[in-house]
């Protein structure tokens, strides 16, 4: 079946770090841009960071610039998105999509493209 399924979440300090991990199973993710969002109760869905199917081009939001960090690896068909300096703002629920031959600025600018959801992972920082 085809399913992406995010983990890593949990638990973290102010100032921690957490890597999450989407896997996908099913299909191929070397012909997808993968993205990350993010949604906290009471809040609308924020997209976070994509990675290009292609050329490796990257975006990220100015919320988690310079912090936050994606890749992938084809080879293990899994997009990783490490988080340094966690902060309790970061606290939501993690999300990752992915879109066949979706363009960076389809997925992560204009907000379209993403054919298949994981369920989420969630994380937490607080002291």
């Known amino acids: 079946q085809v399913q992406l399924v995010e983990s890593g979440g949990g638990l973290a300090q102010p100032g921690g770090s957490l890597r999450l991990s989407c896997a996908a199973s099913?299909?191929?993710?070397?012909?997808?841009?993968v993205g990350w969002f993010r949604q906290a109760p009471g809040k609308e869905r924020e997209r976070l960071s994509c990675i290009s199917f292609n050329d490796g081009n990257t975006y990220y939001a100015d919320s988690v610039k310079g912090r936050f960090t994606i890749s992938r690896d084809n080879a293990k068909n899994t997009v990783y998105l490490q988080m340094n300096s966690l902060t309790p703002a970061d606290t939501a629920q993690y999300f990752c999509?992915?879109?066949?031959?979706?363009?960076?600025?389809?997925?992560?600018?204009?907000?379209?493209?993403?054919?298949?959801w994981g369920k989420g992972t969630l994380v937490t920082v607080s002291s």
């Open positions: 099913g299909f191929t993710l070397d012909a997808y841009t």
């Open positions: 999509t992915a879109g066949l031959f979706t363009t960076i600025q389809a997925m992560c600018l204009w907000d379209n493209g993403m054919d298949y």
